[in-house]
């Protein structure tokens, strides 16, 4: 991930693939010293390396302690220092790789990334939302069980925080490894669970083609084996209609609550990410105009051990 860091405050902003520093409310990076201009300087990823641009400011920049001259594109790579205008304070590029997708506070922040197919808001602790990219290659955002389209650089609102969606146009972007494939889906997985005669061990392998994957023994494998009960349970039915129940009724048979259930869902769907599924979040399907959910997978062997 590229990234800058201003020297004296150790701030760092995680770079856009075509990243605006400057006082405006417009720029990826805003800055309040009265010395840089509404839109001071570009950063931008070529596909091979990182160039700035000084964009007609008023006070200039400097970069290396040389002053850059309005319109000239200047490479910048690991260790490059830069001045903004008449301040004292240096910036540093932290470091100089291709631009990653992220997720970021609208107003500046923290930057999140992909992790096992999945960019979890706020935090993989507290997933009060979930961003992924679904198999026609576009963003989603998972909010409670309401899916939602998300474009780049649109921002979109989980708890009442604006985020924006960066660099998901970067050319260098996949979001899954080659190996596993990204065509891995889970239409075509079989899941086997063995649970003991007292329920506090579940213990889950599932099968795609000719690999399996152990995911061992999770205490958040029990909400995937109750909704692989429910689908069991509707065998007969048409598969469209098999496995659904409402919320409320799936928090009954959990006897737990709705912070608890997004958790373990975050929980079961990174770790299909992690071996390549996508996406990862059908391993647990939601009815965007409902409040029902089911387990992705149809085929279902279920053990008592």
């Excluded at 997708?101 to 107003?107: G, K, N, Q, T």
Aim: aromatic share 8%.
């Amino acid at each position: 991930m590229a990234a800058i860091v201003e020297d004296e405050t150790e701030r760092i902003f995680f770079l856009e693939s075509d990243h605006l520093i400057g006082r405006s409310g417009l720029c990826s990076s805003t800055l309040s010293a009265p010395s840089v201009s509404a839109q001071h300087v570009s950063i931008r990823w070529t596909g091979q390396r990182w160039v700035m641009k000084d964009l007609g400011s008023r006070y200039g920049t400097f970069v290396q302690g040389q002053p850059l001259q309005p319109g000239v594109l200047v490479e910048i790579s690991t260790g490059t220092r830069f001045i903004m205008g008449r301040e004292k304070r240096a910036w540093t590029v932290l470091q100089d790789e291709p631009p990653e997708v992220m997720v970021v506070p609208a107003d500046g922040g923290q930057a999140l990334f992909v992790h096992d197919g999945l960019i979890a808001i706020p935090s993989a602790e507290q997933p009060l939302a979930v961003v992924f990219q679904g198999d026609d290659n576009r963003w989603y955002l998972d909010q409670t069980g309401q899916i939602e389209g998300v474009h780049e650089r649109q921002p979109f609102t989980v708890a009442g925080t604006a985020w924006k969606l960066c660099n998901t146009s970067s050319p260098l972007y996949t979001s899954i490894p080659d190996e596993p494939p990204a065509s891995m889906s889970l239409r075509e997985a079989r899941a086997h669970f063995e649970v003991s005669r007292n329920e506090e061990h579940v213990h889950l392998v599932i099968w795609w083609r000719d690999r399996s994957f152990d995911f061992g023994a999770r205490a958040f494998h029990y909400v995937l084996l109750t909704l692989a009960r429910l689908r069991q349970r509707d065998a007969g039915l048409p598969e469209a209609s098999a496995g659904w129940v409402d919320q409320d009724e799936l928090l009954r048979l959990l006897q737990f609550g709705p912070e608890r259930l997004n958790l373990d869902i975050f929980r079961g769907r990174r770790q299909f990410g992690a071996v390549g599924f996508m996406p990862a979040t059908g391993i647990v399907e939601r009815r965007p105009t409902s409040r029902e959910l089911r387990l992705g997978i149809a085929d279902i062997r279920i053990d008592v051990v």
